[in-house]
């Protein structure tokens, strides 16, 4: 085969270029990003799609590219903010790079959280651990439009104080009065210090009891935290076509070709990653 | 009246496409295994095979394909693309099964998002089939909807005549009667009647297969453990699969440069969804096998309304331990009765 190399404009492959603006430690771990587009058409490209509950394939040449949602909000479509936890030979690479590196972005892909139909309504924001990011993406694009939603409430649970992420933001919002957050870690994850809560972000929850009429709750965790705070979130009346929800699957085209993500016939790729707790009800449970 | 091509003019009809800019593939065997390859003389071509090993696929999306070089420097990173670039190319003798399954493959290559490396040779190639007249134990289009002398995805479609010595040319598309063009001259007006196509007999019924499947109650019955205890993943059917498209991205070089592949994957290997945190949707091989068989017979269909199958039978054939679409859909069409 004689493959030259020849420019294209739409190669769907090929990544973005990003400079790192900044960089944050959020826990052990984990970092965040903070991504500035190189090439002006690349960042008007991604300022007219974006939405929040989108996603982005991160990259570093020589080592891959990975698959997280873009944590910032659509109300802030300047720079992406990316953050994930060290584990694989991406991330490790990532998690290596310093201010002014360029690392590389595709995206933005897949679906988003409907936020105007949110419009009116209580939000519950329900997140354990690193799953945090991709709730508050909606979280600040919510908090950016205060004036559009009624009472917002957040309970974010980690293993340990440590391993909470955000904090900078997590203070901010304890001062809000028009937010409500309620913290809480494992039990045996609190420090002499911690104020607020000790135990399973369900019970936690059940214990804040928020109310369901006119409230949209978006969740995001691992399968396991996923599985019991939606036994509590009915418990407490929330239909699930009102609770949202993030699948993360793992990909490499992020535009359902090599396909990997799909459950069932499901491509969170191309079809999520956001779904409605029914719309996951109705996925083959043995895919997941 | 139709027009003829004799055997005798192929080499002819090879030297004119050349001639044209284009380059001539067909099936060759070497090497103990069969696919498609350039040739310049008719008699390279291996035109008796009933299918060759190797799928049509690989001359439109390869095992390994560099999409993009890097080099990267203190404060920049220079990338080149490499996009497919080869000339033009005549496909000659391909099967109705193989040429149907490329027309699968757009329809996946093009949803929504296209892929460039996949249309940019699908885009200059031209593909002329032979209608088959033999078939083996393992062929089984007629049970996917497809037949012998299916027009699906080709552009020429070439009857085998009954004396053996050339074929009936049927023009099937606007881009195989330009392909025609050059070698006019070698076609000639005749009445000889075309062999009889193969007569590939109906293997199960695949209506009751796919509403079998679709049943969301039959998605984990003990079916799939029983039917795939004895694969041992090893991918050779969705490699040697005409409509299997699953790939990977991988970056091959160090720190400074390098370049950036696509390389064919499989929905049969664990680490094909393998989450980082080492959770796996499909841990098991049984998972692995019903998702390939739902890909093909579910899913696919639920998004394009056409099976991802079309009956080559490769996956039964050359399975190193028997199974294959083939015995999953009769097993299958048994449990319906």
Known sequence: MTDTIIAAQNNIYRPAVMKIAATRNEAPGVKTLRLEFQDTADQEKFAAAYRTGMFGLYGIYGEGESTFCVASPETRKDYIECTFRQSGRVTTALAAAEEGDRITFRGPYGNRFPIEEFHGKNLLFIAGGIALPPTRSVIWSCLDQREKFGKITIVYGARTVADLVYKQELDEWAEREDVELVLTVDPGGESPDWKHHVGFVPAILEEAAPAPGNCVAVLCGPPIMIKFTLASLKKLGFEEANVYTTLENRMKCGVGKCGRCNVGSVYVCKEGPVFTAEEVSAMPAADL | ?337
């Open chain 2, 1 to 337: 009246m139709t027009k003829i091509l004799y055997a005798n003019d192929l080499t002819a009809c090879f030297s004119l496409w050349r001639k044209e800019g284009m380059r001539v593939l067909g099936p060759v065997s070497k090497a103990k295994t069969s696919g498609f390859g350039e040739v310049q003389d008719a008699h390279e071509l291996d035109l008796n095979l009933v299918l060759t090993a190797r799928t049509l696929k690989e001359l439109f999306f390869p095992r390994t394909e560099p999409m993009f070089s890097y080099s990267i420097g203190k404060q920049k990173i220079e990338t080149g693309e490499f996009l497919p670039s080869e000339n033009a190319c005549i496909i000659f003798g391909a099967r109705p099964c193989d040429a149907a399954g490329m027309a699968i493959d757009d329809e996946l290559f093009n949803w929504d998002y296209r892929d460039e490396y996949w249309f940019r040779r699908r885009d200059r190639s031209v593909i002329i089939t032979i209608a088959c007249k033999e078939s083996d134990d393992f062929c089984m289009c007629t049970s996917l909807g497809l037949a012998p002398d299916s027009a699906k995805g080709s552009d020429v479609l070439l009857r085998p005549l009954a004396s053996g010595n050339g074929w009936r040319v049927e023009e099937l598309t606007p881009k195989g009667g330009k392909a025609l063009q050059p070698i006019a001259s070698l076609l000639k007006e005749g009445s000889e009647a075309a062999a009889p196509t193969a007569e590939v007999p109906l293997l199960f019924d695949l209506e009751a297969c796919t509403t079998w499947l679709a049943d969301p109650e039959n998605f984990e019955s003990h079916f799939w453990k029983e039917i795939s205890e004895r694969c041992i993943g090893c991918g050779t059917c969705t490699y040697l699969c005409p409509t299997c498209h699953c790939f990977d991205i991988q970056d091959e070089g160090d720190t400074y440069e390098g370049i950036r592949r696509k390389n064919w994957d499989s929905c049969s290997f664990q680490l094909f969804t393998m989450h980082t945190s080492g959770h796996n949707p499909r841990a098991t091989q049984s998972a692995r096998w019903r998702q390939r068989i739902m890909h093909k017979f579910n899913y696919f269909s639920d998004k394009f309304s056409v099976n991802s199958c079309t009956g080559c039978g490769r996956c039964t054939r050359e399975c190193p331990v028997d199974m294959g679409v083939r015995e999953t859909l009769q097993a299958i069409s048994t449990l319906q009765k």
